[in-house]
């Protein structure tokens, strides 16, 4: 959702239309247009040669009719007020259409966290938690890593919390490692979240998924768990993967026509989702142009790498055998293409329905952190599958009674589910 366009002015564009299909009161319009609340800060930091540095941080509450607020903390030199409120509102409607009792939240520093030290990251972080402690916390606001924050940096969060408040407070953040209060199966969760719509979304329309092939962007953390899915769960062929090569400055397809190997592709990529070229290459893998996993022959395109993939140019060069579009990254499809995927009868998966299973394994780490008792990886797995595939198919539904495309059909739910919450407690 990056580009020229305010990434806020874009979040109230879509709410509006989505009231405005739902006949909503415009009275709880205008509540929900905007951020019931936000905190704008400054943190002093001792930098590493003494000197002290002042960085801005923001923390945007959008709405917690259904809970407490939920969203990452993100680390970005270009971060600003209005990407972070985008962000707050969209989360309070990405936990509505999950189901989760949860409302939305998002937080922000202005920082190229690159440009830190280690001990430096840590004061940083901390200092954040010391400006904002007495307005998070388990039963109202629970933040969570996000682009530039790592779970090492959620543990450190916690501990200063858990230092000012008194007693070890795990369920104030999520994301944190395993071994440190963090949940099993938090790394496949998005990814294996989107398999599990997918596999709903060939139900529905009644394909076989052992005959599927897939063409996937990405290959970091959500295109790798999608790709172990496809294969693994659903019987498919993976027949691409792109990535953003580090070394060469400029993006790759790793393509093999009878199926790639995702386990086998883990071991020869790095941290950031880069593959190493010549150790595809001598394992049988063609290498193309970083544009071509659009064009593949599949059934099913899994863009999870960056917003804004699918869009007027591209769209063209979809094949006609695309039945399925999943969107794993959030915004990879702009306003153009989307219109030209309902003309062409795409099935879209939209990305906050789709990518909902990184959110929904916080919300079970906070459970998890609540009971003080933690589950084996396979029950965290199974409640996801349970999570996604009824949130799927309360979307699929609105889709079909209200005769509207499925990603509006997720904004109605998710707004639906939001005022209802605000009539019951009587805010409304
Ligand atoms: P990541 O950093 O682990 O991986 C990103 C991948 O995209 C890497 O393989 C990188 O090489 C590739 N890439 C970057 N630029 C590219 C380009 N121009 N062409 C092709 N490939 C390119 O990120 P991630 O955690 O997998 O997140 C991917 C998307 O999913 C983002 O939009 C993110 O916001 C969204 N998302 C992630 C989660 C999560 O839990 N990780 C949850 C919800 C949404």
């Not at 205008?30 to 001792?46: A, N, S």
């Not at 990251?121 to 901390?126: A, D, I, S």
């Not at 369920?171 to 071994?179: A, N």
């Not at 794993?328 to 009868?345: I, M, S």
Request: glycine share 10%; proline share 4%.
């Amino acid at each position: 959702m990056a580009g020229t366009t305010n990434a806020f002015e874009m979040a109230q564009r879509q709410f509006d239309k989505v009231a405005e299909m739902l006949r909503l009161d415009p009275q709880v319009a205008e509540i929900l247009r905007w951020p019931m609340r936000e905190f704008h800060f400054r943190i002093p930091v001792r930098m590493d040669d003494g000197s002290i540095r002042v960085f801005q941080g923001y923390r945007v509450q959008h709405n917690d009719a259904r809970g407490p607020n939920k969203g990452g903390i993100r680390f970005h030199p270009a971060e600003t007020v209005d990407t972070v409120r985008a962000l707050a509102t969209w989360m309070t409607w990405k936990c509505a259409v999950a189901d989760l009792p949860l409302g939305g939240g998002k937080g922000g520093v202005i920082v190229d966290p690159a440009t830190l030290s280690t001990s430096e990251k840590e004061r940083l972080v901390r200092g954040y938690i010391g400006v904002m402690w007495r307005n998070i916390g388990p039963r109202n606001d629970v933040p969570a890593p996000d682009v530039g924050t790592t779970p090492q940096m959620m543990g450190w969060m916690m501990d200063e919390y858990s230092k000012l408040v008194g007693q070890y407070t795990p369920g104030v953040i999520t994301g944190k490692p395993v071994g440190g209060g963090g949940s099993l199966g938090r790394t496949e969760a998005t990814g294996f979240g989107v398999i599990y719509t997918v596999r709903e979304a060939m139900r529905h329309l009644g394909m076989d998924s052992s005959k599927a092939t897939a063409a996937i962007q990405g290959f970091g953390n959500v295109a790798q768990y999608a790709a172990i899915g496809f294969t693994e769960q659903l019987g498919g062929k993976v027949v691409c993967v792109s990535y953003w090569d580090r070394e060469d400055r400029t993006s790759y397809t790793v393509f093999k026509a009878d199926g790639l190997d995702p386990r086998f592709l883990m071991t020869i990529t790095d941290q950031y989702g880069s593959i190493d070229k010549a150790k595809a290459i001598a394992a049988g893998y063609k290498i193309e142009d970083g544009g071509e996993w659009i064009k593949k022959e599949a059934d099913v395109l899994i863009p999870a790498a960056l917003e804004g993939q699918v869009n007027a140019d591209t769209v063209k060069l979809i094949h006609e055998r695309v039945k399925i579009v999943a969107e794993g990254a959030n915004g990879p499809t702009t306003p153009e293409a989307d219109e030209v995927l309902k003309q062409r009868g795409v099935f879209v998966v939209p990305d906050f329905l789709c990518n909902a299973g990184g959110v929904t394994v916080s919300y079970f780490e906070s459970v998890q952190n609540d009971m003080n008792y933690y589950w084996e990886k396979d029950e965290v797995l199974r409640r996801l599958d349970t999570k996604m595939t009824v949130a799927f198919h309360g979307v699929l539904e609105m889709s079909l009674r209200e005769k509207v495309f499925m990603r509006d059909a997720a904004y109605m739910v998710a707004i639906d589910r939001v005022v209802k919450a605000m009539q019951l407690r009587g805010l409304v």
